[in-house]
């Protein structure tokens, strides 16, 4: 799965949100715990670090990082 696909669906369970159903977990759910929480977020800020950086690359040159001849 690539990651523009898999975020929205961390970022639904960092909202404590079903993201097949799109309905609120429950305050017992799992997802609710600190610790989960703090897990969920830090990797959606990963996630969506690295699908900045993709794109980043992506506006770059083809000769971009290659040595000069």
Do not use: H
Not at 29 to 34: D, G, I, K, R
Not at 36 to 56: G, H, P
Request: glycine share 4%; net charge neutral.
């Amino acid at each position: 799965m690539q990651l523009d696909a898999a975020l929205p669906i961390v970022r639904a369970l960092a909202d404590g949100i079903n993201p097949v159903t799109g309905e609120l977990y429950p305050d017992q759910s799992p997802y609710a715990e600190p610790r989960a929480l703090r897990a969920l977020y830090s990797a959606v800020d990963l996630m969506q670090k690295e699908i900045d950086r993709e794109k980043r690359r992506e506006r770059l040159p083809a000769n971009f990082g290659k040595a000069w001849t």
